[in-house]
């Protein structure tokens, strides 16, 4: 029995110890360490994402906040005839990028060139609408003439013709 247990010892060191085993190990190792390096690398850039969208969304969720906070101080400071002309004018443009847009991207699509003798260009279009939606109070309309009315006196003008 002894010697079955030698013979087998020298088979299993001579397979340990071969030129073929040695490679073998060497490229395990080799092959283990690059996918070791790799998704090292896989999960630094992930964490980096991660960090670069948590600054995105804080960036936007900010802005977003200030805008609002903006509309709502315009809202207070502003009449009902400015709104619903700021709203009308915020419209008009929305109306009038959007169907830019759409013909651009037709000849686009058909290879044509983009247009360039419209009376109002797409910058100008979206350069109006940017400056309405960022201050819509100073978008107000020309001042209406004033009214040939005559209203009636208040009450400090009563009290004295009495």
């Avoid at 995105?56 to 802005?63: D, F, L, M, Y």
């Avoid at 037709?106 to 419209?118: F, H």
Wanted: aromatic share 6%; with cysteine.
């Amino acid at each position: 029995m002894t010697q079955k247990i030698r013979l087998q010892a020298s088979r299993f060191w001579s397979a340990l110890a071969s030129a073929d085993t040695l490679n073998a190990y060497k490229n395990a190792i080799d092959v283990t360490i690059a996918i070791f390096k790799e998704g090292l690398l896989l999960i630094w850039l992930l964490v980096c994402l991660v960090l670069v969208f948590f600054d995105w969304g804080a960036a936007k969720s900010t802005a977003a906040g200030q805008q609002a906070r903006n509309w709502v101080e315009d809202l207070k400071n502003a009449d009902s005839t400015s709104l619903a002309t700021n709203a009308k004018q915020t419209l008009l443009l929305a109306g009038k990028s959007s169907v830019f847009n759409t013909i651009s991207k037709a000849r686009q699509e058909i290879g044509l060139p983009e247009k360039e003798d419209t009376p109002e260009s797409m910058q100008t279009v979206q350069a109006k609408a940017t400056a309405v939606a960022e201050n819509p109070t100073s978008a107000k309309p020309a001042a209406a003439p004033e009214s040939s009315v005559a209203t009636a006196p208040g009450p400090e003008a009563t009290s004295t013709d009495a």
